[in-house]
């Protein structure tokens, strides 16, 4: 095709879009928008669609367009790059490494809310309505009837409503190319309407006295009275008040707005950053001050050895080898500290969001508000403020999940891994890859010094740093040389020959946690599984209740009381009868958390007790509470 005058001579560059296993598109820019630069977010078509993608790279000067079959970029969404050229390489090579599109890698790299895209919508045109007063019949006949207010729909909306009036949502997809053919004819008529706004900052309408409310205030004129309590409430706040903050001390908008028309107030957007700390800090009884600190002697020598390293601004990776409260996080502090001091940041990866707070509260008692937290859990409007304070240099460390390895620390000179040989690293979705393998490369390409820690180091780290490829660490010794903990095996069928099948603590164990209460001590029960019951089976014919997506036997909630798939989320009430036989014989079979909550319960009514897991901690901030209560005793 050839192109309009305004597009030739114009240029091209390579965008990576979030679409599965698409490679980087070639697109041209026209002259009439400024050029890209990479990291930068632009507006591009893609089939009948218009997506966001961001800019990889110039393809160079194009020369003349003439017959050229580019398609031109829609706009530029951003002035100054988004995303750092170093975290655009790091993400291709993750796209390369674990075979998955660039734009899906790149949109892991993303904050949230980046994507504005489009939504097609049809509307019902003035030849549709005479074509409906004729009543015809078919698809077409169902859509003009649901049109027929003059309202736009999304072709989606309007596809599941053809499919439901027909019978059926296997004949939902036909709605694209029956409203393609009306189009077609004039019968309606298809746009598409962007979804999304190029900024996603939370912003705050704040009123400001001006010299003009000053001389209202002053003279005798006919103000109200809620107006003249404004006017005074932002003489008395120079910077201005939330014009929420004045209706919450009883100023009406009506109010503000006539003093606005007065020109006595004026009014500026100012954006609020929102706060991540009262959701992701860990309250203790008492915080020793970190004078009172002393390392034991293979801490001190774990700090200087990694200290020396991380000087060298060389790229290296140590396992630091500690046994289980051996002190492995102050010496991620003490190393940190030196770090920064060389004006370069830290990134600390931990497996778990749970783990998030007490990891994020340490960090926070020494580098105070240059502390920022990045990981699913929280809400895309804290992530995304964190993700731009990181961006803008606000940041010397970042405590996160394995997304965070992609955060665009500008300098970095140290990543941990903690609990590097956790299986939580591993992302299960696309793009699949292992939050430790791709911190180990985004630490060889920007020079920093890459700490793997854990008391069990997975087989290839441990073989890595036995063959000299990774410099080894050890912590033998746990601080103030306490004892490590006696482990005791116990036999189940034992138990279930001595108590019966339904037993779930050990005599040993029963009476391991009446001694720590009786002494007015603290339990942890570990177990791996929650909900309340693992499988619900059918004694008649041995079925289980299982999963129509995963083919896993669904497990038991009993706060919901709904039985659920762990994997992609299915759930459904649980039934009175096996679905399969019709018997009326189920039973609930397995233990989870849940359960054992309420055996514990039951067993030790005056114990205070706290579950931790996905169930109790979907609330912000539940997970800190929890690990709060716990700290405190």
């Known amino acids: 095709m050839v192109l309009p005058e305004p597009f030739r001579m114009s240029r091209v560059v390579l965008v990576a879009v979030p679409v599965p296993a698409l490679d980087l598109l070639s697109y041209e820019v026209p002259v009439t928008l400024p050029y890209p630069e990479a990291g930068m977010r632009v507006l591009v078509p893609l089939g009948s669609r218009v997506l966001t993608g961001c800019v990889v790279s110039s393809a160079g000067e194009s020369g003349s367009s003439t017959g050229a079959s580019l398609k031109p970029l829609l706009d530029v969404l951003d002035s100054e790059p988004l995303l750092p050229v170093e975290v655009i390489e790091l993400a291709r090579w993750v796209a390369e490494y674990y075979a998955c599109g660039a734009g899906e890698a790149i949109a892991a790299a993303m904050p949230p809310r980046p994507w504005v895209v489009s939504e097609r919508q049809a509307q019902i045109t003035d030849r549709g309505r005479q074509v409906l007063d004729g009543n015809p019949g078919g698809a077409r006949g169902i859509i003009l009837d649901l049109l027929s207010d003059g309202v736009s729909r999304s072709v989606t909306q309007v596809g599941r409503e053809l499919a439901a009036r027909r019978g059926g ?40 006295l001006t010299a003009q409310g000053l001389e209202l205030l002053s003279e005798e004129t006919a103000l109200g009275k809620r107006q003249r309590e404004a006017l005074t409430l932002l003489r008395e706040r120079p910077t201005g008040l939330p014009v929420s903050e004045l209706a919450r001390r009883g100023v009406p908008g009506t109010s503000v707005k006539g003093l606005l028309k007065r020109g006595g107030v004026r009014i500026d957007l100012e954006v609020v950053e929102r706060d991540p700390w009262s959701s992701e800090t860990v309250v203790y009884a008492e915080s020793p001050e970190r004078s009172e600190r002393v390392l034991t002697a293979e801490q001190v020598a774990a700090v200087e050895s990694l200290e020396a390293a991380a000087s060298s601004d060389k790229f290296g990776v140590a396992l630091l080898h500690g046994v289980t409260g051996s002190g492995k996080t102050e010496v991620y502090l003490r190393v940190a500290q030196t770090v920064v001091a060389r004006q370069r940041q830290a990134l600390i990866l931990v497996p778990e969001i749970v783990l998030t707070p007490a990891v994020a509260t340490s960090f926070r008692q020494v580098f105070g508000a240059r502390v920022a937290v990045q990981h699913s859990g929280l809400s895309d409007g804290v992530r995304h403020d964190q993700w731009h304070r990181i961006r803008k240099g606000e940041v010397d460390v970042v405590v996160g999940t394995r997304s965070a390895v992609f955060s665009p620390l500008p300098a970095v000179g140290l990543i941990v891994v903690d609990e590097e040989h956790d299986g939580s690293y591993k992302q299960e979705e696309s793009p699949r890859y292992h939050g430790r393998d791709v911190a180990i490369m985004r630490g060889k390409r920007c020079g920093a010094l890459v700490v793997l820690g854990s008391a069990t180091p997975s087989l290839e780290t441990y073989q890595h740093a036995s063959s000299g490829h990774y410099q080894r660490v050890t912590l033998s010794r746990r601080v103030h040389s306490r004892e490590l903990p006696a482990v005791q095996v116990v ?25 720590r209460l009786l002494k007015g001590e603290q339990a942890l029960v570990l177990l791996n599984r929650r909900g309340f019951a693992a499988a619900v089976l059918c004694r008649q014919c041995g079925r289980s209740l299982e999963c129509p997506n995963c083919s896993v036997s669904l497990t038991f909630h009993l706060a919901s009381g709904r039985a659920r798939c762990h994997y992609c989320g299915y759930s459904r009430t649980r039934p009175t009868a096996c679905p399969d036989c019709g018997g009326a014989y189920l039973e609930q079979v397995g233990f989870g958390t849940e359960k054992i909550e309420t055996e514990i319960r039951q067993r030790w009514p005056d114990a205070r007790v706290a579950r931790l897991d996905r169930d109790t901690t979907q609330r912000k901030g539940a997970a800190a509470r929890i690990l709060g209560r716990l700290a405190r005793g």
């Open 491 to 515: 036999d189940m069928r034992e138990e279930f020959a001595e108590r019966g099948p339904d037993v779930i603590f050990s005599s040993v164990l029963a009476a391991a946690i009446d001694d």
């Open 169 to 208: 949502a296997s004949r939902r997809g036909g709605a694209h190319s029956v409203l393609g053919a009306m189009a077609r004819d004039g019968l309606v008529r298809v746009t598409q309407p962007l979804k999304g706004t190029g900024s996603a900052f939370k912003t705050s309408r704040v009123a400001r």
